[in-house]
């Protein structure tokens, strides 16, 4: 867990510069000629296990995170005025946050205390560019902590600010690239993003011609492209150019190389041109009989292959059946579970399908030793989808999203 430690530092010695794009309507001028986006409302969910605060902001701006002690809090300073703000939250008993406050200093900063009820660090925080007609957003997550590492990252954040006058930030770089968190890890995980279809196999074609398998093998590199500059991944794909390859051949890939995640693209189309929108499939357990299951385990495979370690030499075949099942449960839970992540990083900037997370029986999706899920990225029967499939902006700002989830995922199971 030492990049959550790392990234706090990050995030506490370093206000983020955001380029600032703002129209005169949107922002005030300060007495320097300053241009200051407004903090327009504020939203806060809490549970045990995890808070997030979302700031809607006229445009992006610098933010800088510091925790305290006696009572336990964490303070969140955005550079923004408070002109239009006049939202009066509180988080819902029983979670991390006990109670939320927004203060106002004299150097342009609105600062919202969060009252913790147990020690807690912040996991992951970033801002979004607007889009869609919605604003900017600073998002802010919470996870719990142990004593020491809150009280450590107190004391770092005391050791700062005495170092450190408020009139002069150290202003940097984004710190939230996907995955930057955890740039320590010695062996890399292995990612293996499968861009469906491809050769004679287009997919689906949407209005204007454009065609599945091009626009899932564009975000497939575009996600391994991120994904291999986090630094904290190894990354490979089914296919790189426009090629045929069966279903088959993209598990057994992914299985040969022991992926310890296989994410399939797709952009399918739907009988129903209204649904629309990013949705991730999970397989569906009830659906896959053990039919499916042996075609996978290719009839020239020991099944023992599979577990290859865990049973002692000579094990009979219930046991080895047994323990195939127990470990495919397993991969599903964490097939479920990434799925869930990604669609939580989704959420804040990207239209998602109604319950976007599914399941289905795809086949790709039947390894029982590799947690699969498949993005349906959108429809190309959708006409919002086949715009946002064809714009580079929308592209960029999923594969983020679903980089930054798999960063998250990867992050719990360490
Ligand atoms: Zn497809």
Known sequence: MEYIKKFIVLIITVFLLMSSSLSAQQTEQTENGENLPSLIEARISS?????????????????????????????????ATDDKFTNKISPPAGGLITSISFETTNDNRIRTWLVLSEFAQVQQAYI?????????????????ANEDRFLANVAQDIAYSQNQSKNDIELGDNSNAPGTLNSQITSRPLIIIDPGHGGVDSGAQGAGGNKEKDIV??????????????????????????????????????????ADLFISIHADSFDQIDVGGTSIYTVDEDATDTDVLDKILAENENRVDIIAGLTPPNTDDQAVSILVDLMRRQMRKQAFRVASIIVSQLKPSVRLRRFPVR??????????DIPSILVELGFLSNMKDVENLTTSEWNERVANSIARGIAVYFDETK
């Not at 700031?55 to 925790?67: E, P, Y």
């Not at 979004?128 to 719990?144: C, E």
């Not at 399941?359 to 029982?368: G, R």
């Open 217 to 258: 093998l564009n975000f497939a590199l575009l996600l391994q492209k991120l994904l291999i500059q986090s630094g904290s991944f190894e990354v490979a794909l089914t296919r790189t150019n426009d090629s045929f390859i069966s279903l088959q051949e993209r598990v057994d890939l992914a299985r040969a190389n022991k």
């Open 359 to 368: 399941k289905a029986d795809f086949f790709v999706l039947q390894s029982p």
């Open 128 to 144: 979004l560019d607007p889009f869609d007609n919605q604003p900017a957003r600073l998002v802010v997550d919470i996870i719990p």
């Open 47 to 79: 549970t045990e296990q995890r808070a997030r605060l979302v700031l809607d902001l006229s445009a992006k701006t610098l933010f800088a995170i510091t925790s305290f002690s006696e009572p336990m809090r964490i303070a969140i300073d955005v550079k």
